[in-house]
């Protein structure tokens, strides 16, 4: 309990006790104060009582917390001091911290699972943390930030069966994967005369196809899908949907997928003059009109809220959470260059919604 003072647990009139009687001294009240001493002695051991009883209360309501983070890198660090700093805001002496980096830390088996053992909550940050949480199969609760839809899917088939089965296992994920419905609308704000929206699904995504159908449409656009595999070549596959489209999307996939198809999906929208709605920001500064994307800060904001949250009912089921918060951001060489007028991000956070 560092940095809480016992005394600050303790009731009003006993904190004022010593003003009172030093205010009797300077009234000349010596005699009252000698019989009284037996008293302050007693008192004393009254009140040392009373604060160690509040001392081991607050223990007792301390919550173990355990970061497994992928690696000292600067969004995971990120992430974990932001909940942190709030966790110690906003609920000071709470919770008690221990951090594992993945990369780095060359704690034993043993280590991580008496770790694992005295914690009330597991929270890993980035695929690599939750590769190794779920490895133990603890039997407390897990919430996995900065993690892609498409990852958690995976890694919770692999340790848990399917991601049902790990969500009953009280593991939750908040993807870091947008809403393509942020995106979609977010575009035709930016191109009010689009109607041709080109969709690049990987195999992850493949099977969204009838959801992001209804998503477009709802935008007030159609949808032109691109279907990617592993072994494609994505220039052959992507140009001809992307050269017949007023605006492509790409929807998050693996990171293979995505580090495969990015260069020729900015490539093509600069030859056929197409603007692209990224989900990174590293995918806007390569050329891309627009990004909407989960910041290090956005994943700490929920994450912070979803730890106070499992706190207050901690054998709930687990949760698959979209992002609640969200990030714009434009590249305006590339909006003059296509003739893109911008408004300024106010405007477009007013009608998107959210937070």
Known sequence: MSGISSNSYLPSRIKGFGKQH?????????KELTAARPRLGWLSCVLFAVSMLCVFDTSADTRNLLFFVSKPATDYLEVLNTVKQGLEEQFPGQYHTTVEFI???KSSAGEIQGEIESADLIVTIGTAAADTAYQYQPNVPILSALITE???IALAGKYYGSVEQALARRVSSISIDQPTSRSARLAKLLLPAAKKVGVMLGPSAVGRQTELTDIISAAGMQPQFVRIGARDNPIHKIEPVLRDSDVFIPVPDSRL????TAKWILHLSYRHKVPVIAFSRTYLKAGALAAIYSSPEN???QTLELIAETADSPDRAGRAYTPKYYSIHFNYSVAATLNVPLRKEKFYRQRLGGE
């Not at 030093?22 to 010596?30: A, F, L, N, T, V």
């Not at 997928?257 to 495969?260: F, R, Y």
Request: proline share 0%; net charge positive.
């Open 257 to 260: 997928i995505n580090l495969a």
């Open 299 to 301: 994943v700490a904001m």
């Open 103 to 105: 990369s780095r830390d």
């Open 150 to 152: 498409s990852s958690f």
């Open 22 to 30: 030093s205010r009797e001294y300077g009234r000349g009240y010596s």
